[in-house]
């Protein structure tokens, strides 16, 4: 499917905007990072070329990992 084709799947389902196409594939990538998946991984699963972009991935929800985990009473 070509992105503009699941825009409109998504401008359909929601006319409002507050879902957009981009949303799904962040918060997959968040949640593979908060169940362990490193760097490499999402290269391959998302076919991204650049390290940066999964590293993103990784520091941002990795943080919040952190957060919710020093949140916890033991």
Not at 48 to 66: C, D, P, Q
Request: glycine residues 6%; proline residues 4%.
């Amino acid at each position: 499917m070509d992105p503009s084709t699941a825009y409109k799947i998504v401008k359909a389902a929601d006319p409002t905007g507050t879902v957009w196409p981009h949303l799904f594939r962040h918060t997959l990538a968040s949640r593979l990072v908060m169940h362990g998946v490193g760097e490499f991984q999402l290269m391959e699963w998302f076919d991204w070329s650049r390290f940066e972009t999964a590293h993103n991935y990784v520091r941002r929800a990795g943080s919040k990992l952190l957060d919710s985990i020093a949140e916890r009473t033991w």
